[in-house]
């Protein structure tokens, strides 16, 4: 018998979409701060697996790097506002045509040009959450 995994590791969870369509999902908790295992706990998500068996990879991936110290996503873009931001459209709940025009909007020229340099001077790239 396989032993049982403690609670607060994560886990992977069905969940529906609005269209009637099943996906899962990954959940864990890491520390808010990569540079400090100490710091306090949040969860992180990733959505959006087709099978049980693909989320369940994900979630044992995760594991194996949250077990080594290292970080569960792209340290290059885990600050970026553009991560963020695309991250956020993504998992936003609205209709297809509303997402649509969000994507479109990050995507303009005069949006990216503006919106980069304003919030690298702000410090964006080097906040992280609470």
Same mark, same amino acid.
Request: glycine content about 8%; charged content about 35%.
């Given at each position: 018998?396989?032993?049982?995994?403690?609670?607060?590791?994560?886990?992977?969870?069905?969940?529906?979409?609005?269209?009637?369509?099943?996906?899962?999902?990954?959940?864990?908790?890491?520390?808010? =701060? @990569?540079?400090?295992?100490? #710091?306090?706990?949040?969860?992180?998500? $990733?959505?959006?697996?087709?099978? !049980?068996?693909? %989320?369940?990879?994900?979630?044992?991936?995760?594991?194996?790097?949250?077990?080594?110290?290292?970080?569960?996503? =792209? @340290?290059?873009?885990?600050? #970026?506002?553009?991560?963020?931001?695309? $991250?956020?459209?993504?998992?936003? !709940?609205?209709? %297809?045509?509303?997402?649509?025009?969000?994507?479109?909007?990050?995507?303009?020229?005069?949006?990216?040009?503006?919106?980069?340099?304003?919030?690298?001077?702000?410090?964006?790239?080097?906040?992280?959450?609470?």
């Amino acid at each position: 018998m396989s032993k049982r995994r403690e609670h607060g590791d994560g886990g992977v969870n069905e969940y529906t979409t609005r269209t009637g369509k099943t996906l899962y999902r990954v959940s864990w908790y890491e520390p808010s =701060d @990569p540079d400090d295992p100490d #710091s306090p706990k949040v969860r992180r998500l $990733e959505r959006g697996f087709p099978d !049980r068996q693909s %989320a369940r990879d994900r979630a044992a991936e995760i594991r194996t790097q949250l077990k080594a110290g290292l970080p569960t996503r =792209d @340290p290059q873009h885990a600050g #970026s506002l553009a991560a963020y931001l695309t $991250e956020w459209v993504e998992g936003h !709940r609205v209709a %297809a045509s509303t997402k649509a025009g969000y994507r479109k909007n990050l995507n303009r020229p005069d949006f990216r040009s503006y919106r980069e340099p304003c919030l690298a001077d702000a410090g964006w790239a080097d906040s992280r959450s609470a």
